[in-house]
């Protein structure tokens, strides 16, 4: 039976996948042995199931369901969901030895044994790192990193290699995509400064087909695309880039907790989905309503410029 409960947040979307990805392998680092079980609402299985450090996935519909997944043999509970009362009712009906959740001023603050206080403004990945921290205080970043080595070790040889990784896609709808013409032009601005052997890689999911139409239609030989890739090989593409510029979306996550360079694109400044860290910077238009296409390929290269000046990209170390 599993001894470690991690309930997830109620939201399919890629982005809130990729942020609880670190929190499973720092579990997993400390308690190697001990079987870890992830609990979510979505039909997300697949997803959890193929990482080394899950165990078992448990989907659960209803409160019985959640309440069942509390056996006598668990030792911890991580609920890194921060918006619902029920994960503390079920930890204090069924309550394991070691309690973590977040701390909202709430009646559920009782149930948690160790807890971090909610902000809106604290990027999420970070703030569920800050819970364990609760528990055990280690190096978040450092660990951030780590998961994401991890992950990509097995394709760090094979993956594609390019300076600079571009993520133009945002699944939740035009108003956070910044336009490909617009990554384009960065990138023919961005090529005399980085030397002419600069290599740009698109990273492309199915809302993306398009973009990789119009690529491929340019036939450039310093582009290329990386096309519905899993996410370990997104991992190894990240971690050796020189700079990684991204729209709100789920990829720009990994690029994030690999720690390389890195500005994030958005239509409005969103603190929870960025990840405040020498060597990143996000840029948003600089009147709110005119929107993510108002931002210049000249503001975005201001950006680039000041991270790769202030950021010195460690060398993985296989």
Request: glycine fraction near 6%; aromatic fraction near 10%; charged fraction near 20%.
């Amino acid at each position: 039976m599993s001894e470690i409960v991690v309930y997830l947040r109620s939201r399919r979307q890629l982005g809130d996948q990729i942020v609880a990805l670190p929190t499973l392998y720092q579990l997993k680092t400390w308690w190697p042995s001990r079987r870890l079980k992830v609990v979510a609402r979505d039909d997300v299985g697949s997803f959890y199931r193929a990482l080394p450090w899950v165990d078992e996935f448990e989907r659960a519909r209803t409160f019985a369901d959640y309440l069942r997944s509390l056996k006598k043999e668990t030792r911890m509970s991580v609920s890194l969901h921060h918006s619902s009362e029920r994960f503390g009712l079920i930890n204090l009906m069924r309550p394991p030895a070691i309690r973590l959740g977040f701390r909202n001023a709430r009646i559920s603050d009782l149930a948690w044994t160790h807890c971090h206080r909610k902000d809106v403004a604290e990027y999420i990945g970070q703030a569920n790192l800050r819970l364990l921290a609760s528990y055990r205080p280690f190096d978040l970043a450092a660990a951030t990193r780590a998961c994401f080595q991890a992950l990509a070790r097995p394709h760090l040889r094979s993956a594609a290699g390019a300076d600079v990784v571009m993520i133009p896609g945002g699944g939740a709808g035009a108003f956070k995509r910044w336009s490909l013409s617009n990554y384009v032009r960065l990138a023919d601005r961005l090529k005399p400064l980085l030397g002419d052997g600069a290599r740009f890689l698109f990273v492309l999911g199915k809302q993306e087909a398009a973009e990789r139409d119009a690529l491929q239609a340019m036939q450039r030989s310093d582009f290329a695309m990386a096309y519905c890739r899993p996410i370990a090989q997104l991992s190894a593409i990240m971690l050796r880039a020189r700079l990684v510029v991204a729209n709100d979306c789920g990829p720009s996550h990994i690029a994030q907790g690999a720690g390389v360079p890195y500005v994030g694109i958005f239509n409005e400044p969103n603190p929870e989905w960025f990840w405040h860290r020498r060597g990143s910077a996000f840029v948003v238009p600089r009147q709110p309503q005119s929107g993510i296409n108002a931002i210049t390929p000249g503001e975005v290269l201001t950006a680039c410029l000041n991270v790769l000046e202030h950021h010195a990209h460690p060398a993985y170390a296989g």
